[in-house]
């Protein structure tokens, strides 16, 4: 028996081509990496949002909702690891934007973060 713990990824950047560079990859990584059994198509990519933007000063954000399944579960296995392997990409390349990773709530209401720019506290 699994537990919920809330992962969720949230990026922001200025400059368009940026922030859309950076969802596309996120696309890519979730629709390749979340695609067992219990997910049904557009698989990993559910859990995108959007680009939206911001009232002032050009901001654009999207975001990684949490993945819904209990920890230890293959959907949240996939998950950590299309995470991991979205902000590595989003750390080493030459992108803008951006980002911090954070855990919430769930079975055990703990809160933290995980990942961001600058502060890669996963390491």
Request: aromatic fraction near 10%; charged fraction near 30%.
């Amino acid at each position: 028996m699994g537990y919920i713990k809330h992962h969720t990824i949230v990026v922001t950047g200025w400059q368009d081509e940026s922030i859309d560079e950076a969802r596309k990859k996120a696309v890519e990584i979730f629709e390749e990496t979340c695609n067992d059994e219990m997910i049904k198509p557009p698989y990993g990519s559910n859990v995108i949002s959007p680009i939206i933007g911001s009232l002032s000063n050009g901001q654009k954000s999207f975001f990684i909702a949490p993945d819904g399944s209990k920890e230890g579960w293959q959907t949240s296995d996939n998950c950590d690891k299309a995470r991991t392997a979205f902000l590595d990409w989003l750390k080493g390349s030459d992108n803008y934007c951006d980002y911090i990773e954070v855990v919430f709530g769930g079975d055990d209401e703990h809160q933290a973060i995980l990942r961001s720019k600058d502060t890669d506290l996963d390491e």
